[in-house]
């Protein structure tokens, strides 16, 4: 059987570097063989490790929402769980409340409950009194487990899914970044609780959606990244990740990065390009990638490629390509 914890650390070593940090020092520091992990000898990890990684992690990066923005930025297959609920769910609430019952194999912290009532559905976390851990540590993982169940929604449905409410049972300091990433205002409660309405309960998941962003994922790995400086190449990439819910945008973006707007845009400049040519760029490649594969309609592609008409993607590669894309791939 998959060791899902071991999954979500690999996961938190792959997001690591898009912050342009070492991994591997993340690991000296917090006492793990980074070399025993990637090959799968070390899959188990104590309270100890798992409190300075996340520590360490915070600490390096100056970034206190951490665990937000690593949540945020989660691939749907990055944990193996996901999978699992896609073979034995048809619908988001089918999914959901298989949801919970995995999550223990990922943390020993808290754990998940889903209630259903006439007008809506709740995701509740209960914290693990028994277990000792820092006040610290069991925020991050709140903040990681917030954002990914929403963000774990959208890759389910392709489509990006919005909560009714958002609850805290603990003071937070920006709200106006976990309105962004959770797309609802926090309040402070008595316990952690993400409420989605009813809706959202009956959608059905359709399995190829998860089959095609498996294969997308595939395809995005392998695609040459354009010259860019380092950091327009860290951005290239994550604007990749995220591409089957479209292109994020610019404030999404910094926001992941622990940047303002204006700071990433200036550091780009630095670098002698800018946001948009490189959203042009992942657009452009993701598109030439899509059409030649044949395997999706244009106006599949468009959709995937965040554009609301089929018109305005054509215009677009036209620009790019000097051609229409119905023309592209023919002899």
Not at 58 to 84: R, W, Y
Not at 173 to 187: A, G, H
Not at 231 to 256: E, F, H, R
Request: aromatic share 10%.
């Amino acid at each position: 059987m998959e060791n899902h914890q071991h999954r979500f650390i690999l996961s938190l070593l792959a997001y690591y570097p898009q912050k342009d940090f070492d991994t591997e020092n993340l690991c000296v520091l917090s006492g793990i063989d980074l070399k025993a992990v990637l090959e799968g000898k070390t899959t188990c990890f104590t309270p100890k490790q798992m409190n300075d990684l996340w520590l360490n992690a915070v600490q390096i990066s100056k970034d206190p929402l951490f665990g937000l923005h690593f949540g945020e930025s989660m691939q749907l297959a990055a944990l193996g769980a996901v999978g699992e609920l896609i073979k034995t769910s048809s619908t988001v609430g089918e999914a959901i409340t298989q949801a919970a019952t995995f999550i223990h194999l990922i943390t020993d912290l808290f754990s998940m409950e889903v209630i259903k009532e006439d007008l809506a559905f709740s995701v509740i976390f209960h914290l693990h009194e028994e277990v000792k851990q820092t006040e610290f540590v069991l925020k991050q993982n709140i903040d990681f487990f917030m954002a990914f169940t929403i963000h774990e929604l959208d890759g389910l449905l392709l489509k990006k899914v919005k909560p009714q409410e958002i609850t805290y049972a603990s003071a937070i300091s920006n709200k106006q970044e976990y309105e962004r990433v959770l797309r609802c205002e926090p309040t402070i409660g008595s316990s952690y609780v993400i409420q989605f309405d009813i809706s959202y309960w009956h959608e059905t998941i359709i399995t190829g959606n998860y089959a095609m962003q498996k294969v997308l994922l595939q395809q995005i790995n392998e695609l040459t990244a354009p010259p860019l400086a380092k950091l327009g190449t860290v951005v290239y990439q994550q604007l990749l990740t995220k591409s089957y819910l479209g292109i994020p945008s610019v404030k999404d973006i910094a926001g992941n990065f622990n940047l303002s707007v204006r700071t990433l845009q200036r550091k780009l400049e630095d670098e002698g390009t800018s946001f948009q040519f490189i959203a042009d760029q992942a657009r452009k490649q993701l598109a030439l990638t899509y059409l030649e594969s044949g395997e999706h309609q244009l106006k599949e592609i468009s959709y995937m490629l965040g554009y609301n008409e089929l018109s305005a993607f054509t215009r677009a590669f036209k620009r790019w390509t000097g051609t229409a894309p119905t023309l592209y791939a023919l002899p």
